[in-house]
Structure formats: C-alpha cells, structure tokens
C-alpha cells in the first residue's frame, strides 16, 4: 500500500503537507510574534516579511537575538484586545493600500482568530500567515455504503481560478473557521454553499471524528510569499449520506464532484491529484475506517504521528 510506480508514498504526501522542520531552533531562525501582557509565542514571521512590513507605532521590533516583534497595548490594560485588533487592523490596511504582499492580494478578508491568545484577538485571514499564526479549518468527507457494503467518497474538484491549488481534488467541504464561528458552524454553512447540502441533513448525520494538527511552510507551488509558517489545525467530521443525496456545487469554488471507490481515492492521492491537507484528511480516514493498517502499511506508526504533531503556539 505504501508506494507506486511514481514512488510517492502516504509518508511522502504527509512529509509535503508538514513540512516544517523538526530540527532546527526556530527562536534562531524568525522573528517570534508577542501580544501584550503575554510572554508566550504567537507567531514566526521571516525576516524579509519584517524588513518589508510598514510597521507602525503599535508594534516594536527587536532585531537582536533572540528576535521578536511585540504588539504595543496603545489602551493601557484598559482595552487590550481593541488595542491588539485595531494595531493588526491599521498594519493590514496599509499593506493593501501599497500592495506590498502578493499573498493579501490587494483585498481585505474574513477574519481569523489568534487562537493562541489568551484574550480575544483577531486579524484578516489572507494576513495571517505573514505573522506565522495557527490557522484552523474544518472538512467534512462524506460517503455512501452501498448494499454490500461498498464505500465511496464524494471528492470535489477545486475550481480552476482558486488562489491555492487550484483544478486539484479536495475534500467534500472544508473551509476556514472565522472568527466567532466553531468547526461544526463552519462545515454547516461550507457544506451549503460548496455542496448544496442543507443544513438539516447535516446536523442530523453529521460525526465529528478528530482534528488533525501539522505546520506547513509555503513552497514552490504556492503562488505568494515562499517559506512562510503556517501551524495548522483540521477539525474532521464524516457524513454518510443516502445513496439518493448528491453533493452539486453551490458557489464558484468547486467545479464538479466525483463519486470515487476506496480505490480510486487512494490512487489519486499516489498521484498527486489532491490538495495537501485535504490528502492529510483523507489519509486519516483510511485509518480510522480500518482500510489503512498496521498490517498493509510500512509507514504506519510515522504516518499516525505525523497526522498529529505537536505544535508550537498556545492551542485553543
């Protein structure tokens, strides 16, 4: 099970989507993000992404080791999260205003919570990554069970002029958790506006099943800023639907759906068709439905622990 004739393996495609070293001393390498009145880490940012930022005077940047970048409470102690939310706000807005990062491309966007923030704080999400902060998502895979028992997969097609891998298979839903939204509110509303699936059935069928955790760095494919950290959580949940219930795309990021056996599924991901987080999802299921094994699977303890790592910043 663990390779083909293009010698990818499930390891391989874990290793792609965690990709964020194991052994180096981060503290050496970037700067570190620091909230008010905290004296944990927040975020990694490069060092071109801090000599590039227009930081304004609610921020102060220490270049001497270990290097850092502090968010100022302008309230006094009087309004610390308005302070910390309105300094990221005015930052991001003049980024915009001189269209200094590809990856915010000129446009404002939802936003994300510093969840490892010990009070509320936010920034925008196309933002998020410059400052290294934890992202959450949460993706649904749904299925069918045929009458001998026969599963298969709703997989979508992402649409071609997605910023990030687009024209790749994904996931049924998956989407990003806003601010003030929880994973299941999250995987409600995708799962109408990217599948059609009301929310009725949803609530009704729908299992949370786990979450999965890794720290990706942005590569070659990405079309924005390289080697930025991202530490990312996936809240998971499976759906089985009936056999009459098909997911139709709903918005304009989805282009099609194919209902795909076990086998199928698993030979896209040896080839590459899936997005990375969405083949760490789908990787996961194979596990926990039993079809992955310690048995079929040379790479099955790395593959496990891989799908769970232990990340750097406060988790929520």
Known sequence: MGSNTNERTYLSLLEACDNFPYD????????????????QPHGYLLPETVQKMPWTPAFRVNHSQPRSVTVLDSSEGK?????????FEELVNICIEKDLFHIIDKMHSEPFSIVSAKYPARMERFASALFGITSRGA???AYTRAADGTMKLWIGRRAPHLYTS???????VAGGIKAGST???????EADEEASLPEDLVRAGVRSVGVLTYISVTGPEFPGEKGLVIPDIIYIYDLE??????????DDEVEVFYSMTIEEVQKALLNGEF??????????????HGIMTADNEKDFIDISTRLHRRLPFRTP
Do not use: C
């Open 183 to 189: 994973p299941l509110d999250t995987v409600i509303v």
């Open 275 to 288: 997005k990375p987080d969405s083949a760490a999802v789908l990787i996961d299921f194979l596990i926990r």
């Open 241 to 250: 639907l009936p056999n009459h219930v098909i997911p139709k795309p709903n």
């Open 79 to 87: 309004d610390t999260s308005g302070a910390v939310n309105a300094a």
């Open 139 to 141: 993706y649904i895979t």
């Open 24 to 39: 180096i001393i981060p503290a050496e390498v970037y700067y570190q993000l620091f909230l008010p009145n905290d004296d």
């Open 166 to 172: 687009p024209g790749m298979l994904d996931a049924t």
